[in-house]
């Protein structure tokens, strides 16, 4: 049954129709940034996976290209997974997970392949790069995927997520002259993960850091309640052991609603999937479902993995220093510096009785979704996860500026490089906004994103 697209967010990527997860391939190419994800778009629930696309020339206004990969072929018959893209000989290369498996779920294999591109927009595929035979001994080609690529010293590498037939989630390295064909180089974390699986691993050399995301994950001190989480670690690879050298580590986002960073390869930014697995998505209704976060610029300070919005911001639409602010906004960036705070309430999406809740609390920001409008239901059985609460520590500082970036369907809260990102679906009309707070000085900024007509 064909659907159809009958709502969607301003500026958040979607599907043109249907369902999308992780973001995949991105990169800045021919002058433009491309953004893939994963997609089916026959439903407004995972199926076979293709490659949706689109591109910006800012980050901020999207077009959508034809889908780039479908699955049927060779190696990727029953979907082509994540992945992501490079940079070679002008042309575009993806390398992706090529997804088989027999009637009946029998027999599953994950693959790397590769497809390459001459104009960025229709692909050709090129089959298994890094088949079963490259795969070490002792790890499952039934849970092989999500192939992130590199250049480095004249050579290419990769790491790819991976499981031990005895144990959990690992990421291996592996490496190339040709792109097609491949050696393995070592296990790279060299111990296994907290989750079952590991997904979406992702380096970037430049500025020295690891992103991944761990499935069926506990939580460590009511800290990353999703069950499916996401980890940044600091450090880079010692290319002569195939070692990663973990400095650092911690939590990319604080939120109920993401997963699968990737680096956008040409800028230092990122993009997640603003979603989550293992719950309910009210869009579904509108034949969406999933949406990409606003791009981030990304750095690495004090051992940390920082993060800013990125996006084509329009004049100020509202700005006053009082410790109470009313305004009416839907859709756009909310920026609120204060000195020396010492309590903040703001309810965003407000019509009185729902409403979106982030208080300044016991020294921490307490985001509270449990009255935002439709009820989105997962797997999380702790306290907060019921409760609809998430948190993220607050910097203390003297002088800090928050910024909420406001989609319909979505809330993303930025402070001191930390980010906390949920999903959202309020009633029609719940557009209030009140913010309450005790500070030595504050001032309320509010400005729309410029969107293209
Ligand atoms: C992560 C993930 C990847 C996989 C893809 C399938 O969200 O499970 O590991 O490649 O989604 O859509």
């Given at each position: ?11 958040h ?11 995949n ?12 994800y ?6 407004t ?14 980050l ?21 997974f ?9 042309k575009?290369?993806?390398m992706?997970?090529?997804?088989t ?16 591109s ?6 050709k595929?090129?089959?298994?790069v890094i ?15 999500d192939?992130k690529?590199w ?14 037939l ?18 393995f ?9 907290a ?5 979406c ?6 500025l020295?850091y ?14 990353h309640?999703n069950?499916h ?8 690879i010692?290319?002569?052991t ?14 109920f609603?993401?997963?699968?960073p990737?680096?956008?390869?040409g800028?230092?930014a ?5 979603n989550?697995w293992?719950r ?25 993995l ?13 700005a ?8 009416i906004v839907?859709r ?9 705070l010492k ?13 979106t ?5 016991g020294?921490e920001w307490?985001?509270?979704?449990s ?19 998430r948190r993220?520590p ?8 928050l910024?909420?970036v406001m989609?319909?369907?979505?809330v ?6 930390r ?8 009633p ?14 504050c001032?309320?900024e509010?400005?729309d994103?410029?969107?293209?007509a």
């Amino acid at each position: 049954m064909a659907i159809t697209k009958t709502k969607e967010p301003a500026f958040h990527v979607t599907g043109e129709v249907g369902w999308i997860n992780d973001p995949n391939g991105l990169i800045f190419y021919n002058g433009q940034y491309h953004a893939f994800y994963q997609h089916y778009p026959n439903d407004t629930k995972w199926g076979p996976m293709h490659w949706g696309h689109v591109v910006s020339d800012d980050l901020t206004n999207w077009k959508y290209l034809p889908i780039a990969l479908k699955p049927g072929d060779e190696g990727d018959r029953n979907g082509c997974f994540s992945g992501s893209a490079i940079l070679h000989d002008g042309k575009l290369w993806l390398m992706y997970t090529g997804f088989t498996e027999n009637e009946g779920g029998e027999s599953i294999r994950q693959l790397q392949c590769l497809a390459e591109s001459t104009d960025g927009i229709s692909f050709k595929k090129h089959g298994v790069v890094i088949g079963e035979e490259e795969l070490p001994e002792g790890y499952a080609p039934s849970d092989f995927r999500d192939p992130k690529i590199w250049l480095h010293d004249g050579l290419f590498w990769c790491i790819v997520a991976a499981r031990k037939l005895d144990g959990r989630g690992r990421i291996l390295l592996f490496r190339s002259g040709d792109l097609f064909k491949w050696e393995f180089v070592n296990d790279l974390l060299g111990k296994d993960s907290a989750g079952t699986m590991i997904e979406c691993p992702d380096y970037n050399e430049e500025l020295g850091y690891l992103l991944y995301c761990e499935q069926f994950q506990p939580s460590e001190n009511g800290v990353h309640l999703n069950v499916h989480t996401n980890r940044f670690a600091i450090g880079r690879i010692d290319y002569t052991t195939g070692r990663f050298k973990e400095e650092s580590r911690g939590i990319v986002d604080y939120g109920f609603d993401f997963y699968a960073p990737q680096t956008i390869v040409g800028k230092s930014a990122i993009i997640g999937w603003l979603n989550m697995w293992d719950r309910n998505v009210p869009s579904a209704k509108y034949g969406f479902a999933g949406m990409l976060t606003l791009p981030r610029e990304i750095s690495v300070k004090d051992g940390r993995l920082r993060q800013e919005p990125i996006a084509s911001l329009g004049e100020v639409k509202k700005a006053c220093s009082s410790l109470k602010v009313e305004d009416i906004v839907t859709r756009g960036v909310v920026t609120v510096k204060a000195t020396a705070l010492k309590s903040l309430s703001l309810r965003l999406r407000s019509d009185g009785s729902n409403y979106t809740e982030l208080t300044l609390e016991g020294g921490e920001w307490v985001f509270d979704r449990s009255r935002s409008g439709e009820q989105i239901v997962g797997v999380e059985k702790d306290a907060d996860s019921l409760a609809g609460i998430r948190r993220m520590p607050f910097s203390g500082k003297k002088e800090i500026t928050l910024t909420v970036v406001m989609d319909d369907f979505s809330v993303e809260i930025f402070e001191d490089g930390r980010a906390l990102s949920s999903t959202i679906y309020p009633p029609e009309g719940a557009d209030g906004l009140e913010l309450t707070i005790d500070s030595a000085g504050c001032e309320y900024e509010r400005r729309d994103i410029f969107l293209k007509a």
